[in-house]
Protein backbone atom coordinates (compact mmCIF):
# COMPACT_ATOMS: atom_id res chain seq x y z
CA UNK A 1 0.00 0.00 0.00
CA UNK A 2 0.86 3.40 -0.51
CA UNK A 3 2.94 5.27 2.46
CA UNK A 4 2.92 8.68 2.16
CA UNK A 5 5.72 10.68 4.99
CA UNK A 6 5.07 14.93 5.01
CA UNK A 7 7.84 17.16 6.51
CA UNK A 8 8.68 20.84 6.37
CA UNK A 9 6.68 22.36 9.55
CA UNK A 10 7.43 24.37 12.11
CA UNK A 11 6.89 27.59 13.84
CA UNK A 12 7.08 30.73 10.93
CA UNK A 13 5.85 34.72 11.11
CA UNK A 14 3.15 35.81 9.30
CA UNK A 15 3.98 36.78 5.76
CA UNK A 16 6.95 34.40 5.56
CA UNK A 17 7.48 31.24 3.74
CA UNK A 18 7.63 27.36 4.12
CA UNK A 19 7.85 24.12 1.91
CA UNK A 20 6.48 20.96 2.85
CA UNK A 21 7.08 17.54 1.49
CA UNK A 22 5.66 14.43 0.77
CA UNK A 23 7.63 10.93 0.13
CA UNK A 24 6.08 8.66 -1.79
CA UNK A 25 6.76 4.76 -1.16
CA UNK A 26 5.69 3.84 -4.42
CA UNK A 27 4.91 5.43 -8.26
CA UNK A 28 1.10 6.34 -8.36
CA UNK A 29 -0.48 4.37 -11.36
CA UNK A 30 -3.71 4.73 -13.19
CA UNK A 31 -6.24 7.97 -12.77
CA UNK A 32 -5.57 9.36 -9.24
CA UNK A 33 -5.50 12.36 -7.10
CA UNK A 34 -2.78 13.89 -5.20
CA UNK A 35 -3.22 16.61 -2.53
CA UNK A 36 -2.48 18.50 0.49
CA UNK A 37 -5.39 18.81 3.24
CA UNK A 38 -5.05 20.86 6.66
CA UNK A 39 -6.69 20.40 9.83
CA UNK A 40 -7.27 23.61 12.27
CA UNK A 41 -7.83 23.31 16.00
CA UNK A 42 -11.29 22.69 16.31
CA UNK A 43 -11.96 21.91 12.68
CA UNK A 44 -12.62 19.53 10.39
CA UNK A 45 -9.69 17.96 7.78
CA UNK A 46 -10.29 20.33 4.81
CA UNK A 47 -8.79 20.95 1.10
CA UNK A 48 -5.72 22.79 0.41
CA UNK A 49 -4.62 21.79 -2.93
CA UNK A 50 -4.24 19.14 -5.15
CA UNK A 51 -3.15 17.79 -8.38
CA UNK A 52 -4.23 14.84 -10.60
CA UNK A 53 -1.94 12.06 -12.75
CA UNK A 54 -2.97 14.96 -15.48
CA UNK A 55 -0.95 17.66 -13.62
CA UNK A 56 -4.57 19.89 -13.02
CA UNK A 57 -4.23 21.58 -10.16
CA UNK A 58 -6.83 23.09 -7.72
CA UNK A 59 -6.80 25.27 -4.90
CA UNK A 60 -9.09 26.37 -2.23
CA UNK A 61 -10.04 29.40 -2.54
CA UNK A 62 -8.11 30.77 0.89
CA UNK A 63 -4.86 29.76 -0.53
CA UNK A 64 -4.99 30.60 -4.11
CA UNK A 65 -2.28 32.76 -5.03
CA UNK A 66 0.01 32.04 -2.06
CA UNK A 67 0.08 28.47 -2.03
CA UNK A 68 1.78 26.57 -5.10
CA UNK A 69 1.43 22.57 -5.79
CA UNK A 70 4.37 20.66 -7.50
CA UNK A 71 5.99 17.29 -7.58
CA UNK A 72 9.33 15.15 -8.75
CA UNK A 73 9.13 14.60 -12.25
CA UNK A 74 8.80 10.77 -11.06
CA UNK A 75 6.34 11.14 -8.43
CA UNK A 76 8.52 10.65 -5.76
CA UNK A 77 7.35 13.42 -3.98
CA UNK A 78 4.94 15.95 -4.23
CA UNK A 79 5.85 19.72 -2.44
CA UNK A 80 3.50 22.73 -0.88
CA UNK A 81 5.26 25.56 -1.60
CA UNK A 82 3.80 28.25 1.02
CA UNK A 83 4.31 31.94 0.43
CA UNK A 84 2.93 34.69 2.47
CA UNK A 85 1.68 32.50 5.66
CA UNK A 86 -1.53 33.82 7.75
CA UNK A 87 -2.05 32.85 11.41
CA UNK A 88 -5.57 31.57 9.72
CA UNK A 89 -2.95 28.84 7.70
CA UNK A 90 -1.88 27.25 10.80
CA UNK A 91 -3.02 23.37 11.42
CA UNK A 92 -1.79 20.12 10.54
CA UNK A 93 -1.10 19.31 7.17
CA UNK A 94 -1.54 16.09 5.85
CA UNK A 95 -0.51 14.52 2.36
CA UNK A 96 -3.12 12.64 0.16
CA UNK A 97 -3.20 9.80 -1.74
CA UNK A 98 -6.48 9.35 -3.30
CA UNK A 99 -8.27 6.70 -6.63
CA UNK A 100 -11.38 5.17 -6.66
CA UNK A 101 -10.99 2.53 -4.50
CA UNK A 102 -7.81 3.52 -1.89
CA UNK A 103 -7.53 6.67 0.35
CA UNK A 104 -4.20 7.15 2.03
CA UNK A 105 -2.82 9.95 4.36
CA UNK A 106 0.43 10.79 5.86
CA UNK A 107 0.94 11.14 9.51
CA UNK A 108 0.77 15.24 8.98
CA UNK A 109 3.03 18.19 9.75
CA UNK A 110 2.55 21.14 11.79
CA UNK A 111 2.69 24.18 10.70
CA UNK A 112 1.90 27.17 13.21
CA UNK A 113 2.00 30.86 12.01
CA UNK A 114 2.35 33.74 14.68
CA UNK A 115 1.07 37.09 14.37
Known amino acids: QMQLVESGGGLVQAGESLTLSCLLS????????MGWYRQAPGKQRELVAT???????NYADSVKGRFTISRTTNWSAIFLQMNSLKPEDTGVYYC?????????WGQGTQVTVSS
Open 96 to 104: NYRRLTVDS
Open 26 to 33: ERPYSSYI
Open 51 to 57: VTGHTTK
